[in-house]
Nanobody, 115 residues
Framework: QVRLVESGGGLVQPGVSLRLSCAAS????????MGWYRQAPGKQRELVAF???????NYADSVKGRFTISRDNAKSTVYLQMNSLKPEDTAVYYC?????????WGQGTQVTVSS
């Protein structure tokens, strides 16, 4: 069992930066592939960024060059550094942990980008 708790969301103006954190409970965080997903009102949940247990990363085209995913296995935490935020980045951001047939989600954190 893995419990994921996201934090760091908020209301920001376009162009600024925000860092999301996802703290995981449970053992052996390092074996989990971790992802950040987002869901805007009226839209499907989509992958934003992904980092494997080995540290390989992948990004949605819409955030490449602006967002960076990283993990600190010692702190059992995954981060999403979001720079140059745009109004279209507004969504609830969810943390995901996956390993073999197991899959866990956090409760989500709201990010609103508006002037």
């Amino acid at each position: 069992q893995v419990r994921l708790v996201e934090s760091g969301g908020g209301l920001v103006q376009p162009g600024v930066s925000l860092r999301l954190s996802c703290a995981a409970s449970g053992r052996m965080f390092s074996i989990w592939d971790m992802g950040w997903y987002r869901q805007a009102p009226g839209k499907q949940r989509e992958l934003v960024a992904f980092i494997t247990s080995g540290g390989n990363t992948n990004y949605a085209d819409s955030v490449k060059g602006r967002f960076t995913i990283s993990r600190d296995n010692a702190k059992s935490t995954v981060y999403l550094q979001m720079n140059s935020l745009k109004p279209e980045d507004t969504a609830v951001y969810y943390c995901n942990a996956a390993h073999q047939f197991q899959n866990y989600w956090g409760q989500g954190t709201q990010v609103t980008v508006s002037s």
